[in-house]
């Protein structure tokens, strides 16, 4: 059964860190593009990265770039978002998807196949 699983979210504080964890089951993620796709209060998903299947190339929001980086290890069938630097408006839930064709450009949430669960992330003092 093809299933990704996140995990990392918590409650942090403004300018901390996290790094989220995405592990896939029952399929290869070489395959794959994965991208991080996140929801906050009130409004709808937005994807705000995705990685190539090889990992030479990512994309990034504007609302991150500069402090998320994503990156995979196909070799672990992992996928990852170290988040740096938080600001209480990047609190949501982080859902961890998998696309099958890289188009050059920072993926929306519809251009996914499949999800994860979603972890809640949090940012507060």
């Known amino acids: 059964q093809l299933q990704l699983v996140e995990s990392g979210g918590g409650l942090v504080q403004p300018g901390g860190s996290l790094r989220l964890s995405c592990a896939a089951s029952?399929?290869?993620?070489?395959?794959?593009?994965m991208g991080w796709i996140r929801q906050r209060p009130g409004k709808e998903r937005e994807g705000i990265s995705c990685i190539n299947k090889y990992a030479y190339n990512t994309k990034y929001a504007d609302s991150v770039k500069g402090r998320f980086t994503i990156s995979r290890d196909n070799a672990k069938n992992m996928v990852y978002l170290q988040m740096n630097n938080l600001k209480p408006e990047d609190t949501g839930v982080y859902y961890c998807?998998?696309?099958?064709?890289?188009?050059?450009?920072?993926?929306?949430?519809?251009?996914?196949?499949?999800w994860g669960q979603g972890t809640q992330v949090t940012v507060s003092s």
């Open positions: 998807a998998a696309a099958s064709t890289w188009r050059g450009i920072l993926l929306p949430a519809s251009e996914y196949t499949y």
């Open positions: 029952g399929f290869t993620l070489d395959y794959y593009v």
